[in-house]
């Protein structure tokens, strides 16, 4: 018995199937007050049973069973039904006075735990061959609304969570340490993560440990591994295909994305076999610094058509997104102001950090909108930016439920598109098309502030829009 884990024990009780995440992520209690347990249970025995899930997974009470193990009492066993993750909150996170990193920690255990089960219902559902309505998102993603939703469950407020994560991303691993252990707040350990982040962010992009040849040049992750792939000829723009129907070009010196949008065409572009040779990070946030030259070195075209002169920047990217460093941003705005003839379009999910950089003359500043919770953050970020020369731009694409805005006469043009389907490392995604009266109802909203609206060709494609078919009354 000396030294026995928890896995050890359950194995002396043959109800028991294995542990449930829930069970884990609580807290274990301090060595003393489980002393004082195993005590009162060896002197008058187990009060309150132990709970294990349906299929025999230990739930509630470990410390408890841990207790009756050692001093040899009888174990009784009640079965749950319901919600683990829910049963689990209740019983032990909303009772007991746990500092606010452990309430995280136990929220961020349990986001992680839908998502690996989402995961795994997309692929049972792939192997199947039945593509039928998979979550879009998983059920918690890294994500405003997903940080919100998980912050309201387990008690505490988005802006606490957010700090949460940003420590454990950021902060060395001995602050992260004492956060765990209450020594110090998840403000104090935040803050240390913020003079890591922001020291990161202000060094120059660090030199190559090999130098690139002419034959093979450098490409860096935002975590600083080094990859070195085939140069080519000549670095230029790409020319686009019918999925961007408003500009002839895209430039992609950022590739990858962290937001894990379940539909995202650019990560099963980067996951191919075909684009391997020049994706060797697949879709981690990668800086191609050679990718730099591409403005000077395209041609603009003597054309009467508007698309021939405008380039969708980083398609493969959100250039903006929170993890990319402020020198990688800084050194595609340079490129973007040495050749100025150009009309640079940008589209981000985090517009805060638009009005932190310098404005490009004729440069399209986008925000992508796919969901009601998105309205009021990114219309503050966006009214944060002075029209001037640019065009402030939002995309609905895809729209996964109705949109109503508050105010979008800032907005010089709205576009509307739906899902196309993707095949994703972990499996397929259907197309999703928007209902009829979402979009209609967008248009209207556009008319109300005389904002210029553009429906995508997508919308009328398989499955197209969901078209109201009432009936008579």
Not at 62 to 90: M, Q, S
Not at 164 to 184: F, G, S, T, V, W
Not at 304 to 324: E, I, N, P, Q, Y
Not at 334 to 363: N, Q, V
Request: hydrophobic residues 35%; neutral net charge; aromatic residues 10%.
């Amino acid at each position: 018995m000396v030294n026995e884990t928890l896995e050890d024990i359950i194995k002396h009780y043959p109800e028991i199937t294995g542990i449930h995440p829930a069970c884990t992520a609580v807290p274990a209690i301090e060595k003393e007050d489980q002393d004082a347990l195993e005590k009162d249970i060896a002197n008058n025995g187990l009060l309150d049973a132990v709970t294990l899930t349906q299929d025999g997974l230990l739930l509630d009470g470990r410390n408890r069973l841990i207790a009756c193990h050692k001093a040899a009492v009888e174990v009784r066993f009640t079965k749950f039904g319901g919600d683990p993750w829910e049963y689990a909150y209740a019983k032990n996170i909303a009772r007991r006075h746990l500092p606010m990193a452990a309430k995280c920690a136990f929220g961020e255990a349990w986001a992680d735990d839908e998502k690996t089960k989402a995961k795994a219902r997309q692929a049972e559902n792939a192997k199947r061959n039945q593509p039928q309505n998979v979550e879009m998102f998983p059920p918690l993603e890294n994500t405003g609304k997903s940080r919100d939703a998980i912050a309201e469950r387990i008690g505490v407020s988005g802006r606490t969570y957010e700090k949460y994560e940003q420590a454990k991303l950021h902060a060395p691993p001995e602050i992260i340490d004492k956060m765990r252990r209450n020594e110090i707040s998840i403000d104090a350990a935040y803050k240390e993560a913020r003079k890591v982040k922001d020291q990161k962010e202000s060094l120059p992009i660090e030199q190559p440990k090999q130098k690139s040849t002419d034959h093979q040049t450098l490409i860096i992750t935002a975590s600083g591994k080094e990859s070195f792939i085939a140069l080519p000829q000549k670095v230029v723009f790409n020319q686009t295909n019918d999925s961007v129907d408003w500009a002839s070009w895209t430039w992609n010196p950022v590739t990858g994305c962290e937001h894990g949008c379940r539909f995202c065409y650019a990560r099963e572009i980067a996951n191919s076999e075909r684009m391997a040779p020049y994706y060797p990070n697949k879709f981690e946030p990668t800086f191609h610094p050679y990718r730099l030259s591409a403005p000077k070195n395209t041609s603009k075209p003597k054309s009467d058509d508007t698309r021939d002169g405008r380039v969708f920047v980083c398609s493969m990217a959100d250039l903006f997104g929170k993890w990319v460093p402020n020198a990688w941003i800084e050194s595609v705005f340079k490129a973007c102001l040495d050749s100025p003839e150009w009309e640079y379009l940008f589209l981000t999910k985090w517009p805060a950090r638009y009005s932190k950089m310098p404005l490009i003359k004729k440069a399209w500043y986008g925000a992508s909108i796919i969901q009601q919770s998105d309205v009021k953050r990114v219309e503050s970020d966006m009214a944060k930016i002075d029209s001037g020369d640019v065009i402030k731009w939002i995309s609905l694409e895809p729209m996964l439920g109705p949109i109503k805005f508050e105010d979008i006469s800032w907005c010089n043009l709205v576009v509307i598109g739906a899902q196309t389907s993707t095949n994703q490392p972990d499996g397929f995604v259907p197309s999703f098309s928007p209902h009829y009266d979402w979009v209609h109802d967008i248009v209207e909203q556009c008319r109300e502030f005389c904002v210029p609206y553009y429906l995508k060709e997508n919308l009328l494609s398989n499955p197209g829009m969901t078209l109201p078919k009432q009936s008579p009354k």
